[in-house]
């Protein structure tokens, strides 16, 4: 069984409450929950994180690599949120990792402040997804069961 990693970045444990009129009423418990049943359509296994803290972020990607290097990751989601925009040691650990990476985001960044509308990731992804809500954790493992 090929598993999926979504990760999620700074301020998401705060979904439900934080900014409503962007980010929407779900939590990110509702988000896990989200995952679990999309990732058990395609008899995928799931890890499912978040963290405030970079280099724990920088960690999970190297896991991630290590179990795309045995044959076993079918893709990494990964909202890394703020640092999207500010983090090149997040770029490295996906280029120096080799993971196949869907760069997503809740809200339309593009539609947002111009400091949102650079991200370090994108050069590293393999798909970039934004403004789909947080439907769009679903409709990203449905794309990645298809890799
Ligand atoms: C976000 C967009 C980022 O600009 C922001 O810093 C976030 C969440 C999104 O999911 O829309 O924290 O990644």
Redesign the pocket.
């Known amino acids: 069984m090929k598993t999926v990693y979504v990760l999620n970045?700074?301020?998401?444990n705060l979904l439900g409450l934080r900014e409503p009129a962007?980010?929407g009423s779900q939590t990110l418990a509702d988000v896990r929950a989200l995952c679990e049943a999309a990732c058990a359509r395609y008899g995928l296994g799931l890890e499912f994180r978040q963290s405030n803290h970079e280099g724990e972020l920088v960690d999970w990607v190297h896991e991630a690599g290590r179990v795309h290097a045995e044959g076993r990751l079918a893709g990494l989601i990964f909202?890394?949120?703020?640092y999207?925009?500010t983090s090149v040691a997040l770029l490295d650990a996906v280029k120096g990792t080799g993971v196949p990476l869907v760069e997503?985001?809740?809200?339309n960044?593009h539609a947002?402040e111009s400091f949102?509308h650079h991200s370090y990731l994108s050069a590293a992804a393999r798909a970039v997804m934004?403004g789909f809500g947080v439907a769009g954790y679903g409709l990203a493992i449905d794309a990645v069961a298809q890799w």
């Not at 970045?9 to 998401?12: E, F, I």
């Not at 909202?79 to 703020?82: H, R």
């Not at 997503?104 to 809200?107: E, F, Y």
């Open positions: 970045g700074p301020n998401l962007i980010y909202n890394a949120a703020a999207t925009h997503l985001h809740i809200s960044v947002r949102r934004c």
